[in-house]
């Protein structure tokens, strides 16, 4: 079967040599723009995609799209809403960057403790300032608040440790028992975290429910000259309100992401003002070339799978909580035409089939079919699919 796979983003040279290997026609266009995506989707089944952005007109121009892999964790860059509506699988490659976002976080909060960045730029620029920049507080017995205590964060917590620091986290899913098994100071809210900390890490996904989380209340009940840091996503800080915390309360900031920052690898920026007072980066918190390869063969992993399966692993857009309807489990003789009949039993009275699995037992005599329906079938259907001789047991949530 002939298989088109576009990838839109620089990746490692082997990945596209592998992808090849399986069989598929492999196109490499890493400069497209997301404007330009659309008119180069064309017949390509599987995109791969890291920062660039996968717009709903993507996904409608993508005619023979099936699946869209994100080479990394995130994937606020894609329109999940396009594209379940038209049935295309999203897939992640998760935690393969862990490691390397965590490195750079420790690396900022360092750095902006000690002016590293600032007192590099003197030097450069012919000016000795020791007396200036040798005025860092120290990390060894301060606090750090942790925002989000998933993969990243607690790979942050494991290093932050390691440097003496004291920890302290709010996390939607944390728990006072939890976090004493981590070793982590529990806080109840992320102002609670703002308010005792001596440094801020924010580590959450970016969803309607985080944008601006990060806001003139949270750096206002920050302390005096604390560090702020953000490799996460740029939008769920208010920068104009961190700018505010910098020129007012000597807040250190270092950031990696920036609300609305350029999708391509080289690009103009112009949010230079805020650059202007802060240790920055620019996204960089998963380009190491580990994480690169570790991501290689994640991505590489995921579409073997989806090929040889048809489904792929660590998909992020299909339903995982069961709606207002019901399970189906039928114990059956394996007979043609046994599960046809249980279909067209179930159309006949209106209910639509979401899910649905078969089992053949040894020596392929019986089989068990788990069926998962949008509502639960009246006990007359019931009796109706039971009294089949083909038909063992039916029994329903």
């Given at each position: 079967?002939?298989?088109?796979?576009?990838?839109?983003?620089?990746?490692?040279?082997?990945?596209?040599?592998?992808?090849?290997?399986?069989?598929?026609?492999?196109?490499?266009?890493?400069?497209?723009?997301?404007?330009?995506?659309?008119?180069?989707?064309?017949?390509?089944?599987?995109?791969?995609?890291?920062?660039?952005?996968?717009?709903?007109?993507?996904?409608?121009?993508?005619?023979?799209?099936?699946?869209?892999?994100?080479?990394?964790?995130?994937?606020?860059t894609i329109d999940l809403d396009a594209a379940s509506r038209s049935g295309t699988y999203v897939a992640n490659c998760p935690g393969m960057n862990t490691d390397a976002?965590?490195?750079?976080?420790?690396?900022?909060?360092?750095?902006?403790?000690?002016?590293?960045?600032?007192?590099?730029?003197?030097?450069?620029?012919?000016?000795?300032?020791?007396?200036?920049?040798?005025?860092?507080?120290?990390?060894?017995?301060?606090?750090?608040?942790?925002?989000?205590?998933?993969?990243?964060?607690?790979?942050?917590?494991?290093?932050?440790?390691?440097?003496?620091?004291?920890?302290?986290?709010?996390?939607?899913?944390?728990?006072?028992?939890?976090?004493?098994?981590?070793?982590?100071?529990?806080?109840?809210?992320?102002?609670?975290?703002?308010?005792?900390?001596?440094?801020?890490?924010?580590?959450?996904?970016?969803?309607?429910?985080?944008?601006?989380?990060?806001?003139?209340?949270?750096?206002?009940?920050?302390?005096?000259?604390?560090?702020?840091?953000?490799?996460?996503?740029?939008?769920?800080?208010?920068?104009?309100?961190?700018?505010?915390?910098?020129?007012?309360?000597?807040?250190?900031?270092?950031?990696?992401?920036?609300?609305?920052?350029?999708?391509?690898?080289?690009?103009?920026?112009?949010?230079?003002?805020?650059?202007?007072?802060?240790?920055?980066?620019?996204?960089?918190?998963?380009?190491?070339?580990?994480?690169?390869?570790?991501?290689?063969?994640?991505?590489?992993?995921?579409?073997?799978?989806?090929?040889?399966?048809?489904?792929?692993?660590?998909?992020?857009?299909?339903?995982?909580?069961?709606?207002?309807?019901?399970?189906?489990?039928?114990?059956?003789?394996?007979?043609?035409?046994?599960?046809?009949?249980?279909?067209?039993?179930?159309?006949?009275?209106?209910?639509?089939?979401?899910?649905?699995?078969?089992?053949?037992?040894?020596?392929?005599?019986?089989?068990?079919?788990?069926?998962?329906?949008?509502?639960?079938?009246?006990?007359?259907?019931?009796?109706?699919?039971?009294?089949?001789?083909?038909?063992?047991?039916?029994?329903?949530?």
């Amino acid at each position: 079967m002939h298989m088109k796979i576009l990838i839109a983003d620089q990746v490692s040279p082997k990945l596209i040599t592998d992808l090849t290997s399986l069989g598929a026609e492999v196109v490499s266009r890493p400069d497209v723009t997301p404007q330009e995506l659309p008119g180069l989707i064309g017949d390509a089944k599987i995109l791969i995609v890291r920062s660039k952005k996968v717009t709903a007109q993507t996904i409608a121009a993508g005619r023979n799209l099936s699946l869209i892999v994100r080479a990394g964790a995130g994937v606020n860059t894609i329109d999940l809403d396009a594209a379940s509506r038209s049935g295309t699988y999203v897939a992640n490659c998760p935690g393969m960057n862990t490691d390397a976002v965590a490195e750079l976080t420790i690396g900022l909060l360092i750095a902006c403790d000690r002016g590293i960045a600032d007192a590099t730029q003197a030097l450069r620029q012919g000016s000795w300032e020791k007396k200036k920049f040798g005025q860092g507080s120290g990390l060894k017995g301060r606090t750090l608040g942790i925002i989000g205590l998933g993969a990243i964060g607690l790979a942050t917590a494991r290093r932050a440790q390691a440097l003496d620091m004291h920890l302290l986290a709010w996390s939607r899913s944390l728990t006072p028992d939890r976090a004493d098994a981590l070793d982590v100071g529990y806080a109840a809210s992320p102002l609670e975290v703002a308010r005792q900390a001596d440094a801020v890490s924010i580590h959450l996904a970016a969803t309607p429910q985080t944008k601006r989380l990060i806001d003139a209340a949270f750096f206002a009940a920050m302390k005096e000259g604390a560090i702020f840091i953000n490799t996460s996503r740029g939008d769920l800080v208010d920068h104009e309100a961190l700018l505010h915390a910098i020129e007012h309360k000597g807040i250190k900031a270092g950031l990696d992401v920036f609300d609305n920052e350029p999708g391509a690898g080289t690009a103009p920026f112009d949010q230079t003002a805020l650059a202007a007072k802060v240790v920055a980066t620019p996204h960089i918190g998963a380009s190491t070339a580990q994480a690169e390869e570790a991501i290689a063969a994640e991505t590489l992993r995921v579409v073997q799978v989806f090929i040889t399966s048809g489904s792929p692993p660590n998909v992020v857009n299909v339903r995982t909580r069961k709606g207002a309807g019901a399970t189906l489990v039928i114990r059956h003789y394996n007979r043609v035409g046994v599960l046809a009949r249980v279909l067209d039993l179930l159309r006949d009275a209106g209910i639509n089939i979401e899910e649905m699995q078969n089992l053949i037992f040894e020596h392929h005599e019986a089989a068990s079919c788990s069926i998962t329906v949008d509502q639960p079938p009246p006990p007359a259907l019931l009796t109706r699919i039971a009294e089949a001789q083909e038909i063992i047991e039916v029994v329903t949530d």
